[in-house]
């Protein structure tokens, strides 16, 4: 059974920093892209950032040069760094892993960005 365990949600203030973490585990086969996905309330669920195999790394244009995506691929893991937060970064943060065939995704952690 494979498995995607989010961690890093936070509330945080305007202007700060927050890093998520996803992590699959299980029989997951050939891992081909990894990105991270948000979706606010009363919105749809829309992608922030994607990181292809020996492909492009995509951001949406709203996260340009404030968000990082990375991968530790030894360890299945993909990561977020969120700097200089806006309120309107607020959502439930969704990890997705897609593999031939198939895309898995996380549970979701919240990002609250509010003063």
């Known amino acids: 059974q494979v498995q995607l365990v989010e961690s890093g949600g936070d509330l945080v203030q305007p202007g700060g920093s927050l890093r998520l973490s996803c992590a699959a585990s299980?029989?997951?086969?050939?891992?081909?892209?990894m990105g991270w996905y948000r979706q606010a309330p009363g919105k749809q669920r829309e992608l922030v950032a994607n990181?292809?195999?020996?492909?492009?790394?995509i951001y949406a244009e709203s996260v340009k040069d404030r968000f990082t995506i990375s991968t530790a691929n030894a360890k299945n893991t993909v990561y977020l760094q969120m700097n200089s937060l806006k309120p309107a970064d607020t959502a439930v943060y969704y990890c997705n892993v897609g593999v031939t065939g198939f895309d898995y995704w996380g549970q979701g952690t919240q990002v609250t960005v509010s003063s």
């Open positions: 299980g029989r997951i086969g050939r891992i081909y892209k």
């Open positions: 990181k292809i195999s020996g492909g492009p790394t």
